[in-house]
Each structure stands twice: as structure tokens, then as C-alpha cells.
């Protein structure tokens, strides 16, 4: 994923009674208002985006819940979330090296949200519905504390990032896993453009079902480049899957089922399954030949840089203010 840099300055905040802005969580007594950049303070209550508007912090630490309004832009570099962090429609949420002890969670048509080198609780994508936007969440090198359940967009598990539960994806442009570690199951259901999994541990079930784009477990298919398979844990489930499937170079301790598939499955001889292989019969060629036909783009994370880069400056722009 790119490497990103903050350029932080001061925050701009008003504070108010929550009962003085409907906008504002009702549980909050006391909200900070950030409109601006801001360093290495404390906020002792909640925080709060206004629609439209962009906060940029490094180094602050905010006591309470965050909240992000329809449009809104939050980026924190170094921080510490005390509470949960909630974005609202076309909302954006960007943390490296930043702690976020409670939930994260992007409303229906979120633009996205983005972890670096970050820690979180269980985190959540809400379907799109009617919304125009589709959102995304890539997680590099991070730890989420919980689950991911996604329901839309684009799904990014990269570099070394681990989860402690189980990885839900229903209905996503497409939901890819990288050198990363799943202590739960892994469910993808009905992605638009598929499933890549590559250089990963997937301690519990995985189950691919419905995928229109493909599902790449390992090296040497069509969506993507990576270096090696993975481990899983036990049975892995691929069916009704068209656009190809390829399985190579994995170690599954459990059942390997690729039935129902268009084309046939093309299962490597490398792989080492446990408990056997359960698959539709094809012809040699028809299995070598098996490759999913839309490969990933390059430039799939160009959508966080621009909006974060758009963010930062804007936040910069609004100008110092005292907390």
C-alpha cells in the first residue's frame, strides 16, 4: 500500500453542549468541534467533524467517541482514540500509528477508511443501498481487535495486519487478503470482481461462494501478483464462482471443495491437502488453462491519497486554533 506523510499543524475546535447542535451525538455533554489541524493535545470529550469539513491531527489524544459527519474528513497521525469512531455518508477516516480502542464503523455510502500501521476494535462497512458512493477500507500492517464485516466496496488486508475474529464480506467490488492473519473464519460472498489470498494464515473456515470476478488462492492466477500461497486452518469452500478459480501452492488442514465453478477450478498439484480434494472432473487443459480474466488494478489505492491529500489540505487552510 503507499506510504503516506502527515503534515500536521494546530487544531481548529469549538466546544458547545450537545443540546445546542442536533448533529451532535446526544450521549456527548461536552463536544469538541474540529475544523483545522491540530498536535499533541488532549481532547477530554468527544470529538466531532462537522459535515464538509476536515480535521488533521497528530499526536492528540481524544478521550471520548469520534464522530465524522456526512462529507467530513478526519486524518490522524500518532494518536490515541479512546472511544469508537463512527463516519457518516461520503465520510473519511485515515489513522497510522494511531490506537483506536473501541469500534469503527462507515455508514452506508462512506467514502472510506484507511489504517496504517494502526490498532482498532472490530470494524464495520454498512452496504451501500442507494447511495452513490462506494466505499473502501484498506488495512495495512494493522490490528483489528474484533471482526471486519464488509459489505461494500473495496477490502484490502495487507502487510502483516491481523485479526482476532472473523472476516465477513458480502456483496464487495472485490475483498482481497495479503500477507496477513485471520483468527476466525474468512466468508466471501457474491464480490463483484472476486477474491485474492495470497502469503496469508487463515486460522477457522473460509468459504468463497458467488464470486462473479474469480478467487485466487496463491500465486500464478490472473487478478494478481504474490509471491506464495497460504495456511488454513480448515476446510476451504469455493463454489458458484465464475470468471476462473485458482488454487495453488496452499497448505489446507481440512477439505479443499471447488464444485459448481465456471470454468472448472484449476487446482495445482502443489497444494498440500489433508483431508482430500472435492471437485468437478475437466479435462487437463481445461485446468491449466483456468484463470480469472480481471486482473486487480495497480493504482487501486489511488482513491485514499487523493482524499487524503485533499483532507490535509484543507485542514491546513481552515487555519490555528486554541483547544
Known amino acids: 500500500m503507499p506510504r503516506?506523510?502527515?503534515?500536521?499543524?494546530?487544531?481548529?475546535?469549538?466546544?458547545?453542549?450537545?443540546?445546542?447542535?442536533?448533529?451532535?451525538?446526544?450521549?456527548?455533554?461536552?463536544?469538541t468541534y474540529c475544523i483545522g489541524t491540530g498536535g499533541a493535545v488532549t481532547v477530554p470529550n468527544d470529538l466531532y467533524v462537522p459535515a464538509g469539513e476536515s480535521c488533521a491531527l497528530t499526536g492528540t489524544v481524544v478521550t471520548g467517541n469520534v464522530s465524522v459527519a456526512a462529507g467530513g474528513n478526519l486524518v490522524v497521525a500518532g494518536g490515541k482514540l479512546a472511544g469508537e469512531v463512527r463516519v457518516a455518508g461520503n465520510g473519511y477516516f485515515d489513522a497510522s500509528d494511531t490506537e483506536v480502542s473501541?469500534?469503527?464503523?462507515?455508514?452506508?455510502?462512506?467514502?472510506?477508511?484507511?489504517l496504517k500501521d494502526a490498532a482498532s476494535g472490530a470494524v464495520t462497512v454498512r452496504p451501500k443501498g442507494a447511495t452513490t458512493v462506494d466505499s473502501f477500507l484498506f488495512v495495512d500492517n494493522s490490528t483489528v481487535t474484533g471482526s471486519v464485516n464488509v459489505q461494500a466496496g473495496e477490502v484490502r488486508l495487507d502487510e502483516n495486519t491481523q485479526v482476532t475474529g472473523n472476516v465477513s464480506s458480502t456483496g464487495t467490488y472485490y475483498t482481497d487478503v495479503h500477507d496477513s492473519f485471520v483468527d476466525g473464519t474468512?466468508?466471501?460472498?457474491?464480490?463483484?470482481?472476486?477474491?485474492?489470498?495470497?502469503?496469508?494464515s487463515i486460522r477457522g473456515k473460509a468459504t468463497f461462494a458467488g464470486n462473479l470476478g474469480g478467487v485466487q488462492l496463491g500465486p500464478n492466477g490472473g487478478l494478481?501478483?504474490?509471491?506464495?500461497g497460504g495456511f488454513?486452518?480448515?476446510?476451504?469452500?469455493?463454489?458458484?464462482?465464475?470468471?476462473?478459480?485458482?488454487v495453488d501452492d496452499n497448505i489446507i488442514d481440512g477439505?479443499?471443495?471447488?464444485?459448481?465453478?465456471?470454468?472448472?477450478?484449476?487446482?495445482?498439484?502443489?497444494?498440500?491437502?489433508?483431508?482430500?480434494?472435492?471437485?468437478d472432473p475437466a479435462p487437463a487443459a481445461a485446468r491449466t488453462a483456468a484463470r480469472p480474466s480481471t486482473p486487480r488494478d495497480s493504482g487501486d489505492t489511488?482513491?485514499?491519497?487523493?482524499?487524503?491529500?485533499?483532507?490535509?489540505?484543507?485542514?491546513?487552510?481552515?487555519?490555528?486554533?486554541?483547544?
Request: proline share 2%.
Open 4 to 31: 503516506r506523510t502527515v503534515l500536521l499543524a494546530t487544531l481548529t475546535a469549538g466546544l458547545t453542549l450537545a443540546g445546542l447542535a442536533a448533529a451532535v451525538p446526544a450521549n456527548a455533554a461536552l463536544v
Open 102 to 114: 473501541g469500534v469503527v464503523v462507515l455508514a452506508a455510502g462512506g467514502y472510506g477508511v484507511y
Open 186 to 200: 474468512l466468508s466471501v460472498l457474491n464480490s463483484a470482481t472476486g477474491s485474492v489470498v495470497c502469503g496469508s
Open 224 to 228: 494478481d501478483s504474490c509471491a506464495s
Open 232 to 246: 488454513w486452518g480448515k476446510d476451504v469452500s469455493i463454489t458458484s464462482t465464475t470468471g476462473g478459480v485458482t
Open 255 to 279: 477439505t479443499l471443495t471447488a464444485t459448481g465453478n465456471t470454468p472448472v477450478a484449476a487446482i495445482a498439484a502443489n497444494n498440500r491437502v489433508r483431508r482430500g480434494v472435492v471437485t
Open 302 to 323: 489511488d482513491k485514499a491519497d487523493e482524499r487524503r491529500t485533499d483532507a490535509v489540505q484543507e485542514a491546513t487552510a481552515a487555519g490555528p486554533a486554541d483547544l
